[in-house]
């Protein structure tokens, strides 16, 4: 049981590249989320997913596109990269009927856009 | 109205004190307060919860106090250990499965 992995853990981009975060989780969740993590910002959350086949936006959605065509992925891409998408990216998932609502995160993606 | 405020932003604590992080929330219609604690370079993971109708959660030396009259919330680390030095992240959310984070406290406990 490996929980919730990312792919890849680091990467370098130059402006106006663009690349794509993969995610899985193994735990058979409903939701899935992903999030930017900036100093002094905490977490916040640019898209999400409340099912396969289906997303919605977050806080901070600009310049972002995700898919989820199987219940274990949530893709996350940035079609045309900017210095201002240096972050460390994380994905998290989470039971549609926990009840307490955990999200189980992934270990991140540490990106940097020259 | 969809904040949550957290604070201090960095805490310095030696052995064996007491840790307090605040945090403070605006929309009532929050009904599931998780606290997460990080290590670098790893994400973040649930330390303990609570709900609206408890004044107070303990998990081991790990303590949530919640005042729903003024909408505050904190977390209290007894007998802190070098072992806590991480970040520590309040959230709040209301049903929907989505969170609101609030900014962070780096914790640092001296041996």
């Known amino acids: 049981n490996a929980g919730v992995t990312q792919t890849p853990k680091f990467r370098v981009l130059k402006t106006g590249q663009s690349m794509t975060l993969l995610c899985a989780q193994d735990?058979?969740?409903?939701?899935m989320y992903w999030y930017r993590q900036d100093p002094g910002m905490g977490l916040r959350l640019i898209h999400y997913s409340v099912g396969e086949g289906t997303t919605a936006k977050g806080e901070v959605p600009d310049g972002y596109n995700v898919s989820r065509l199987k219940k274990q992925n949530f893709l996350l891409g940035l079609e045309s990269a900017a210095p201002s998408q240096t972050s460390v990216y994380f994905c998290?998932?989470?039971?549609?009927?926990?009840?307490?609502?955990?999200?189980?995160f992934g270990p991140g993606t540490r990106l940097t856009v020259l | 109205q969809q904040q949550v405020k957290q604070s201090p932003q960095s805490l310095i604590v030696q052995k064996g004190g007491i840790s307090i992080i605040n945090c403070a929330y605006e929309?009532?219609?929050?009904?599931?307060f998780p606290w997460y604690q990080q290590f670098p370079g790893k994400g973040p993971a649930l330390l303990i919860a609570?709900?609206?109708?408890?004044s107070e959660k303990k998990e081991g030396r790990f303590t949530i106090s919640f005042n729903k009259s003024a909408k505050q919330f904190s977390l209290h680390i007894m007998d802190s250990q070098p072992g806590d030095s991480a970040t520590y992240f309040c959230?709040?959310?209301?049903?929907?499965?989505?969170?609101?984070f609030g900014t962070g406290t780096r914790l640092k406990v001296l041996a």
């Open positions: 998290a998932s989470t039971r549609l009927a926990a009840g307490k609502g955990e999200q189980f």
């Open positions: 609570i709900r609206p109708d408890v």
């Open positions: 959230a709040a959310s209301m049903g929907t499965y989505k969170y609101i």
């Open positions: 735990m058979n969740h409903e939701y």
């Open positions: 929309n009532t219609a929050f009904d599931y």
